[in-house]
T-cell receptor, first 107, second 115 residues
């Protein structure tokens, strides 16, 4: 059974700081997704990573994928309050989700 | 970007009644749609995968007779919660795949409260 583990589950950081969220998965997968969810809302697509070594960046967020290590990272650069949300990774077309990382960015 | 519309956004129903939730891809054809439920402060749990014109594939532990899924066209999938009970209260979210190598696009979600 495919398992997807995210860490940390909770992250409180100050504005301007950098941090990385990790997503490990247990079996081979050819794709990995990152999503953002604001309270009470549905999911917003951030990145889809389709190959080993794939790196994508959008604003202060950068995602990468290492299929050999079965690991994806979501790096946050110079965090701002607007990035406060819950971030999920999901694996495979069947969209198995990690537990989510609840990010709070404080002034 | 691709748009997926889910309706209704919220619904309150009495125990024992049935509720239907619609998921429509507005500007693309979706051969595959997914249904999830999400409890407060938890992750999304995949309930079933819905393919147009065929029976849905349910995840282990999901009662197919209670959660009826119909994917009648390339732009519409429905989830019917039958004989709803308070423990069925949750946030239900659908998503649709536009193509093989694209991300899934999510509906707005439906908050179901069974009283």
């Amino acid at each position: 059974e495919l398992k997807v583990e995210q860490n940390p589950l909770f992250l409180s950081m100050q504005e301007g700081k950098n941090y990385t969220i990790y997503c490990n998965y247990s079996t081979t997968s050819d794709r990995l997704y990152w999503y953002r969810q604001d309270p009470g809302k549905s999911l917003e697509s951030l990145f889809v990573l389709l190959s080993n070594g794939a790196v994508k960046q959008e604003g202060r967020l950068m995602a990468s994928l290492d299929t050999k290590a079965r690991l994806s990272t979501l790096h946050i650069t110079a965090a701002v309050h607007d990035l406060s949300a819950t971030y999920f990774c999901a694996v495979d077309r069947g969209m198995r989700f990690g537990a989510g990382t609840r990010l709070t960015v404080k002034p | 970007g691709a748009v997926v519309s889910q309706h209704p956004s919220w619904v309150i129903c009495k125990s024992g009644t049935s509720v239907k939730i619609e998921c429509r891809s507005l500007d693309f054809q979706a051969t595959t749609m997914f249904w999830y439920r999400q409890f407060p402060k938890q992750s999304l749990m995949l309930m079933a995968t819905s393919n147009e014109g065929s029976k849905a594939t349910y995840e282990q532990g999901v009662e197919k007779d209670k959660f009826l899924i119909n994917h009648a066209s390339l732009t519409l999938s429905t989830l019917t919660v039958t004989s709803a009970h308070p423990e069925d209260s949750s946030f239900y979210i659908c998503s649709a795949l536009r193509g093989v190598n694209t991300e899934a696009f999510f509906g707005q979600g439906t908050r179901l409260t069974v009283v």
